[in-house]
């Protein structure tokens, strides 16, 4: 043997005693959002106390990791242990028994203390399928210089009568200031997350017991009416376009009077750096019409593992660390206290540190509290989920219905046509799914 080989077989067999047992790797597949991204610049707090486990990441766009991790656990493919899932896909996904239910993470992750309404949309059958990472409401966001000087007063609690009033005093087109700004880009998650949540407050669904469509119904009417008076008398051209990143901006440079979106919104909207308004910004509940349902949605980003994983317990770690009391902890000390995740455990809210951080907390908790996405309509619902209806078919059907009201906000079709057309859209898909004859 030579001096060489010696040498390299004793490096060898040294190398080999000082490394650790081989590390169990879970593959990650998230969102490229700021708090996903933060996210996996802290988990060295993880690796340090888990030394076993190894952490690959997949970082996606939206729409590319909604594709790709359906795609995935559907057939069972195995490519990731852990999946940052929304609100939609957990009823579904647990329902076809794709996920791992998470009902025994540890006693101090302390389960009891996440908020009611987030939890229950990701419990099935009285199991947690999906740990929260992050969640949402919506709420109205308005100017309070322009509501003083329409001498009104938000109540914490509006009316759509109200909004309607105040829309009409505080709307001034000659200085490009609109009393209101609304989502009328079309898309399951655009328009008809809002119209959908407004819809639920005016006493309509979009299905009754045995699944017959309701866009026929007078409080689908009333819905798209209201909406479209709001919006045409007292909201920005090309309203049609608008989501959410246009209504913020529209907001920010003071050119709405109110704006009825996610609750996330606030830190943005209330943030020097960015907004021209900052320092005159108010938030009250999402509207109702007296019927017992605010027009307000709710979202999580979650945590949750396929059933194909054989990881399970290494995942159930990551997840317990990820969404735990302690990670929310953990931010606050590298990050500050307003770059906490919010809208998952009731203890941040009861936080002084948090509540004088974000001065948005208790609206945006109340707004939250006040969604139920198990009865998210004033009359029956064969469904759950509040600004949409979880079941497969919702995506095509959503974004389809969204198009004719976008359609009619773009006055290219008539409020009573684009309700038509939702009513057949919706029937036929329905019909060819098997759940109507």
Not at 12 to 34: D, H, M, Q, Y
Not at 157 to 180: L, R, S
Not at 181 to 187: I, N, S, Y
Not at 303 to 331: C, H, N, R
């Amino acid at each position: 043997m030579t001096v060489f080989v010696r040498a390299l077989l004793g490096a060898t067999a040294l190398t080999l005693a000082v490394s650790p047992a081989l590390a169990e790797k879970l593959t990650i597949a998230t969102v490229n959002n700021g708090d996903m991204i933060r996210m996996q610049k802290l988990t060295d707090d993880f690796t340090a106390k888990n030394p076993d486990i190894e952490l690959e990441w997949v970082t996606l766009e939206e729409n590319v990791l909604r594709q790709r991790v359906t795609t995935d656990i559907a057939t069972n493919g195995g490519q990731y242990d852990i999946m940052t899932i929304g609100t939609y896909e957990v009823p579904i996904w647990a329902k076809q028994g794709w996920l791992v239910d998470l009902n025994d993470l540890p006693a101090s992750y302390d389960i009891d203390d996440l908020l009611p309404a987030i939890r229950g949309g990701l419990t099935v059958d009285g199991k947690l399928y999906a740990a929260p990472f992050y969640g949402e409401s919506s709420m109205v966001m308005y100017r309070t210089d322009l509501m003083k000087k329409a001498n009104l007063e938000m109540p914490d609690a509006p009316t759509w009568d109200f909004i309607k009033q105040a829309a009409a005093a505080m709307t001034d087109k000659n200085n490009e200031v609109y009393g209101i700004c609304l989502r009328g880009k079309a898309g399951w998650g655009e328009n008809m997350a809002f119209l959908t949540a407004m819809s639920n407050s005016y006493g309509a669904r979009w299905f009754d017991m045995d699944w017959k469509p309701q866009f026929d119904s007078e409080a689908w009417k009333a819905t798209l009416t209201d909406y479209l008076d709001l919006m045409n008398n007292y909201g920005p051209p090309g309203a049609s376009n608008n989501g959410f990143n246009e209504n913020l901006s529209l907001f920010q440079t003071g050119k709405c009077g109110m704006w009825i979106d996610a609750t996330v919104a606030a830190s943005f909207v209330t943030n020097p750096k960015d907004s021209t308004v900052a320092d005159k910004v108010g938030f009250a509940l999402a509207p109702d019409k007296g019927l017992g349902k605010r027009g307000n949605w709710l979202w999580a980003w979650s945590l949750g593992i396929p059933a194909g994983s054989q990881k399970v317990d290494a995942a159930k770690k990551f997840i317990a660390w990820a969404t735990s009391k302690d990670y929310l902890k953990l931010v606050a000390d590298k990050e500050g206290w307003a770059n906490v995740p919010p809208g998952t455990r009731t203890s941040l809210y009861e936080n002084p540190k948090y509540q004088e951080a974000a001065p948005f907390a208790k609206m945006t908790l109340e707004s939250i509290n006040a969604a139920d996405p198990q009865h998210p309509t004033v009359d029956e619902v064969p469904y759950v989920g509040v600004q949409f209806v979880a079941i497969p078919e919702f995506q095509g059907i959503g974004t389809a219905v969204g198009q004719q009201f976008s359609a009619a906000l773009a006055g290219t079709v008539t409020a009573d046509q684009a309700l038509k057309n939702a009513q057949m859209i919706t029937e036929r898909t329905m019909m060819k799914a098997g759940y109507i004859k």
